[in-house]
Nanobody, 127 residues
Framework: QVQLVESGGGLVQAGGSLRLSCAAS????????IGWFRQAPGKEREGVSC????????YYADSVKGRFTISRDNAKNTAYLQIMNLKPEDTGVYYC????????????????????WGQGTQVTVSS
């Protein structure tokens, strides 16, 4: 069974950048869809980006397009979320997630579609 561990969060000033990591163990990441989600206090979990299993097609929420970049390194069994030009509204706990289905052609930013989640990493952006 796959386990996910996020890291890389922290406190940054607006305009700064972070790279979040999601390390997988127990199963390879290669060929499986990866999603990144975030949850701000008092708000529902929001999908920000995903990478499809079969072709590594990337999808982004409108609110993060142009600032977030999702990627994976299969050799390290790790996924990444590069965040540029951070804004206070990016504050929240960031989670990575993956699915059981192998070689999915597309991915969606809907939490119910994901089977395994990490514990999250806190990102706080000060203005």
């Amino acid at each position: 069974q796959v386990q996910l561990v996020e890291s890389g969060g922290g406190l940054v000033q607006a305009g700064g950048s972070l790279r979040l990591s999601c390390a997988a163990s127990g199963r390879t990441f290669s060929g499986y869809t990866i999603g990144w989600f975030r949850q701000a206090p008092g708000k529902e979990r929001e999908g920000v980006s995903c990478l499809s299993g079969r072709d590594d097609d990337a999808y982004y929420a409108d609110s993060v397009k142009g600032r977030f970049t999702i990627s994976r390194d299969n050799a390290k069994n790790t996924a990444y979320l590069q965040i540029m030009n951070l804004k206070p509204e990016d504050t929240g706990v960031y989670y990575c997630a993956t699915v059981l289905n192998y070689m999915s052609r597309i991915c969606v930013l809907r939490a119910s579609e994901y089977d395994t989640w990490g514990q999250g990493t806190q990102v706080t952006v000060s203005s």
